[in-house]
């Protein structure tokens, strides 16, 4: 199908972006276009305009901060994934980013767009969730930076305003000592996952964040369970629903498996890379 017609603009500032934006309530904003474009060529969207972003100087950055790493609105998934101070300083980003769809998509799609997205079955806004990121917008009323706790606020909506432009995001590092690790199972590699798993373990705290679970990424606190009790102490916290894709029997069951299994991997991730 093709898509509806719409009104296409490439401002070359952030200012000018938010601008249009302001002034036609029906404009989405165009980055990687890995979702968006689908949606619009299977009509699932139809807005008024598109504000293309790409031509935005600055905004492909991937810088690293006191406490963490900032990722530009711009920098492509294949870049974030590439990044050696990414790597070392967040190390969960490249774990998941590695099971975010396949090499061409991307190459074009954009971390921060994904994030913003805000599909319960992609890895990244888990992982902002589960590290406590954020994301930085700017809009007619300045800059504003929104904990990943706030950002996500249904299936496929961000609490966003529709005339605010995500700049960068921010994943905090890894604590010394801490460990991290991520697991899915999908149908076939960069699929997305009938159900995801990201663990956090520092000390005595485990969390545990999950996808393709529930209509929101959700991340649940596991500290002092036993290990056998895991997957259970998940599930007590969690309502897997069923959809085209799985039932939520066999979600439950992932939950299971996958819990015990990506705790553990995080401990020997941490064991491993003890100083
Ligand atoms: P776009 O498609 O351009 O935009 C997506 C949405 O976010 C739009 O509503 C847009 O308005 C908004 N948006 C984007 N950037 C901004 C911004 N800076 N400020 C405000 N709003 C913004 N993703 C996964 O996580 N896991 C997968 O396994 C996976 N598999 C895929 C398989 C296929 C075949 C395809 C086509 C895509 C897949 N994706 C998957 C999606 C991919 O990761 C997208 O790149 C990503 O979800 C969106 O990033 P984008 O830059 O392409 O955003």
């Known amino acids: 199908m093709k898509p509806a017609p719409f009104d296409y603009r490439r401002p070359g500032s952030i200012a000018e972006a938010v601008q249009i934006l302001a002034g036609e309530p029906n404009a989405k904003v165009l980055a990687g276009g890995q979702s968006l474009v689908p949606l619009l060529s299977m009509r699932l969207a139809a807005p008024a305009m598109l504000v293309d972003?790409?031509?935005?100087?600055?905004?492909?950055a991937i810088e690293v901060e006191?406490?963490?790493?900032r990722i530009g609105a711009l920098a492509r998934h294949a870049a974030v994934l590439?990044?050696?101070?990414?790597?070392?300083?967040?190390p969960l980003v490249p774990m998941a980013l590695a099971h975010v769809a396949h090499a061409t998509i991307r190459n074009r799609g954009?971390?921060?767009g994904s994030l913003i997205h805000a599909d319960a079955a992609a890895e990244m806004p888990v992982v902002?969730?589960?590290?406590?990121?954020?994301?930085?917008?700017?809009?007619?009323?300045?800059?504003?930076?929104?904990?990943?706790?706030?950002?996500?606020?249904?299936p496929l909506e961000s609490s966003l305003h529709h005339d605010e432009i995500a700049v960068s995001a921010f994943f905090p590092a890894l604590a010394p000592g801490a460990g991290v690790a991520f697991q899915e199972l999908a149908r076939r590699h960069g699929d997305y996952a009938l159900v995801g798993a990201a663990a956090l373990v520092e000390g005595e705290s485990v969390e545990v964040g999950y996808l393709s679970v529930s209509d929101v990424p959700t991340v649940v606190d596991l500290s002092g369970v036993d290990d056998a009790d895991l997957g259970e102490a998940a599930l007590a916290q969690l309502e897997p629903a069923d959809d085209i894709h799985a039932t939520a029997a066999y979600r439950a069951q992932l939950v299971r498996v996958l819990t015990g299994k990506v705790v553990r991997s995080a401990r020997e991730w941490a064991d491993q890379h003890a100083e």
């Open 53 to 60: 972003i790409n031509a935005i100087p600055g905004l492909d």
């Open 66 to 69: 006191d406490g963490g790493v």
């Open 82 to 90: 590439a990044s050696p101070d990414v790597r070392r300083v967040q």
């Open 110 to 112: 954009t971390t921060v």
């Open 128 to 154: 902002l969730s589960l590290l406590g990121g954020s994301v930085d917008v700017d809009g007619p009323s300045g800059r504003r930076t929104i904990p990943a706790s706030e950002l996500y606020v249904g």
